[in-house]
């Protein structure tokens, strides 16, 4: 059974950093896209970042370079490096993984993943 976990959220202040880790677990198959995706309660899940098998990224207009999401193809991990990061930030973070490949989905669309951590809480205070 597939299985991933987040790691590394917490709490910082504005301008503070945060490294979060995504192990997936479960399977010998490699993901063909892996992302990050934040929500806060009461709000949609929000797009923060993608990476494709082959290593292709895109991220949320928000992100505005602050943000990097990196993989370990081998220790089958996705990362999200986040920096200079600002009170809106605030949110639960999940990773989630798409092992079919479907295009016709967008990258941003939560039905493109069929596998969902249960998330970690990043904390920015002013």
């Known amino acids: 059974q597939v299985r991933l976990v987040e790691s590394g959220g917490g709490s910082v202040q504005a301008g503070g950093s945060l490294r979060l880790s995504c192990a997936v677990s479960?399977?010998?198959?490699?993901?063909?896209?892996a992302a990050w995706f934040r929500q806060v309660p009461g709000n949609e899940r929000e797009a923060v970042a993608v990476i494709y098998d082959i290593g292709g990224t895109h991220y949320g207009d928000f992100v505005k370079g602050r943000f990097t999401i990196s993989q370990d193809s081998a220790q089958k991990t996705v990362d999200l490096q986040m920096n200079n990061l600002k009170p809106e930030d605030t949110a639960i973070y999940y990773c989630a993984a798409d092992f079919k490949g479907d295009t016709s989905i967008g990258w941003r669309d939560r039905r493109s993943y069929q596998h969902w951590g249960q998330g970690t809480q990043v904390t920015v205070s002013p």
């Open positions: 479960g399977t010998t198959y490699s993901t063909y896209r």
